[in-house]
T-cell receptor
Framework: QKEVEQNSGPLSVPEGAIASLNCTYS??????FFWYRQYSGKSPELIMF????GDKEDGRFTAQLNKASQYVSLLIRDSQPSDSATYLC????????????FGKGTHLIIQP | DAGVIQSPRHEVTEMGQEVTLRCKPI?????LFWYRQTMMRGLELLIY????????DSGMPEDRFSAKMPNASFSTLKIQPSEPRDSAVYFC??????????????FGPGTRLTVL
């Protein structure tokens, strides 16, 4: 049984600060890791993916992967109120060309 | 492109009735996925297709659920008979697989199903 664990939150962060979201996964065969953002009542949208150990940066977002520890994280720098949403961590054995296994998400609140 | 299209957006039905959810993937995409989202269980994969062929249906909860993809531009998810525990948001997603590690799945707006 593949499992992806996230702290459900809510995680409250002041505007302008760094938000840190964490995720652990159980399947060592997982190849790719995705962070989706979901606003209330909306569908998930992809923010970032990562498949190599280390850090990957895209604008204000940094994804971090440690396969030995089976740990993925997402950092959001200079947090904005518009970043308030639920962040879903997802893992894939097939690079996304298979069904994703999602965590239940972390609810992030950016306080103005 | 219009993105992934799902219909209906909302469905309210009574227990025992048949429900059919519809999805039109993004043109040219070769993978189609059906997911279900509830507060208790989060977002779960039900089934996915590659080039209209079902690849993995291990997430389909019971025989009451069935899915088809008769052509590259249309898929249905049917629940017969429906039960209150089927109440959830059902998402369809599609993807064009071009790499080994970084294939984005694009989600439709979802169908909110309520079974009374």
């Amino acid at each position: 049984q593949k499992e992806v664990e996230q702290n459900s939150g809510p995680l409250s962060v002041p505007e302008g600060a760094i938000a840190s979201l964490n995720c652990t996964y159980s399947d060592r065969g997982s190849q790719s890791f995705f962070w989706y953002r979901q606003y209330s009542g909306k569908s998930p949208e992809l923010i970032m993916f990562i498949y190599s150990n280390g850090d990957k940066e895209d604008g204000r977002f940094t994804a971090q992967l440690n396969k030995a520890s089976q740990y993925v994280s997402l950092l959001i720098r200079d947090s904005q109120p518009s970043d308030s949403a639920t962040y879903l961590c997802a893992v894939s054995e097939g690079g996304g060309a298979d069904g994703l296994t999602f965590g239940k998400g972390t609810h992030l609140i950016i306080q103005p | 492109d219009a993105g992934v299209i799902q219909s209906p957006r909302h469905e309210v039905t009574e227990m025992g009735q048949e429900v059919t959810l519809r999805c039109k993937p993004i043109s040219g995409h070769d993978y189609l996925f059906w997911y279900r989202q509830t507060m208790m269980r989060g977002l779960e994969l039900l089934i996915y297709f590659n080039n209209n062929v079902p690849i993995d249906d291990s997430g389909m909860p019971e025989d009451r659920f069935s899915a088809k993809m008769p052509n590259a531009s249309f898929s249905t998810l049917k629940i017969q008979p429906s039960e209150p525990r089927d109440s959830a948001v059902y998402f369809c997603a599609s993807s064009l697989v071009i790499g080994s590690y970084n294939n984005e799945q694009f989600f439709g707006p979802g169908t909110r199903l309520t079974v009374l």
